[in-house]
């Protein structure tokens, strides 16, 4: 089933084929922890990448040793693309007091990305408690889910 608007029918997930599609994957936890991100696979011309929110969010966060500021404001958010880290991985430093940070799979159409929405979905594959694989859709007009395969990996400090 293609993931668009009318198939998540004003819902965040719909369930295909034994599987929950999502348009948003949100962590809420507080305290300290670190996240671990690694893009595994890409099979798309066009540039995919990953989208972070921030949904109340008090804390703060460090990104491969750097700190990032936290965006406020409804759509604001960070893509982190394909290829703009070394070995596509990311490491997040989390110290969250309160809030979500939200994160979708991304993909670039003209000078902008859509995610969460127009296609852009995924499911998640359990590869154990706190490891998870997503497997994206791209706003192409199809339901592959192999446009952009990422793992995360999420342990407290």
């Known amino acids: 089933m293609i993931p668009c608007d009318r198939t998540f029918n004003k819902k965040d997930y719909y369930e295909d084929d034994g599987k929950i599609v999502y348009r948003w994957h949100h962590i809420e936890k507080s305290g300290d922890y670190q996240i671990n991100i690694k893009i595994i696979s890409t099979n798309s011309e066009?540039?995919?990448?990953?989208?972070?929110?921030?949904?109340d969010f008090k804390g703060s966060i460090s990104l491969n040793g750097d700190d990032i500021q936290?965006?406020?404001?409804?759509?604001?958010?960070?893509?982190?693309?394909?290829?703009?880290?070394p070995n596509n991985e990311m490491l997040f430093i989390v110290h969250a007091k309160s809030g979500q940070l939200v994160f979708a799979n991304a993909s670039q159409e003209g000078?902008?990305?859509?995610?969460?929405?127009?296609?852009?979905?995924?499911?998640?594959?359990?590869?154990?408690?706190n490891h998870l694989r997503f497997h994206c859709n791209d706003h192409e007009y199809d339901d592959d889910f192999d446009d952009l395969i990422f793992d995360m990996i999420i342990t407290d400090l």
């Open 46 to 55: 066009i540039l995919q990448g990953i989208a972070m929110f921030f949904s």
């Open 70 to 85: 936290i965006l406020q404001g409804l759509f604001k958010h960070y893509v982190f693309k394909d290829g703009q880290f």
């Open 111 to 129: 000078e902008f990305f859509r995610c969460g929405a127009f296609g852009c979905a995924f499911w998640i594959e359990n590869i154990s408690e």
